[in-house]
């Protein structure tokens, strides 16, 4: 098993990247929504962060470890590659855009309330 993931590591290290990436896109994601400053896109997680909070984490995890598993079924084809390097390039750009809007927002606090002492709640 060793050996067959050192052999095929590129698959499993975007699937990894991945992980990751959908970890941190849920983090930025609900505290985004909890603090109303960005609006989910995907009608589909919308619904389901609307239902269950507990549920939009389990989705946004369990669907890149599914795809960690089926990696050494899919591993020959170049196609699945091609798609795993897209999605992950697709996911650093959704965290690029979060660093960016929660920089913004931190930065926007911090201006309008420089010296005031008391801070509104974020």
């Known amino acids: 098993m060793v050996n067959h993931i050192i052999q095929h590591r590129t698959p499993y290290l975007l699937t990894c990247c991945l992980l990751l990436l959908s970890i941190a896109d849920?983090?930025?994601?609900?505290?985004?929504?909890?603090?109303?400053?960005?609006?989910?896109m995907n009608p589909i997680?919308?619904?389901?962060?609307?239902?269950?909070?507990?549920?939009?984490?389990?989705?946004?995890?369990?669907?890149?470890?599914?795809?960690?598993?089926?990696?050494?079924?899919?591993?020959?084809?170049?196609?699945v590659k091609q798609i795993l390097a897209f999605a992950v390039i697709i996911y650093f750009c959704v965290f690029i855009y979060h660093i960016g809007w929660s920089t913004y927002v931190i930065y926007s606090y911090f201006l309008f309330y420089p010296?005031?002492?008391t801070y509104p709640s974020l």
């Not at 849920?26 to 989910?40: C, M, N, W, Y």
């Not at 389901?48 to 079924?73: E, H, N």
Request: aromatic share 10%; glycine share 6%.
């Open 26 to 40: 849920a983090i930025f994601t609900d505290i985004g929504l909890r603090q109303a400053v960005i609006s989910e």
């Open 45 to 79: 997680i919308n619904s389901i962060y609307d239902k269950s909070v507990i549920l939009f984490y389990l989705i946004k995890i369990a669907l890149p470890i599914s795809l960690i598993i089926c990696v050494p079924y899919v591993i020959s084809s170049g196609i």
């Open 115 to 117: 010296l005031a002492g």
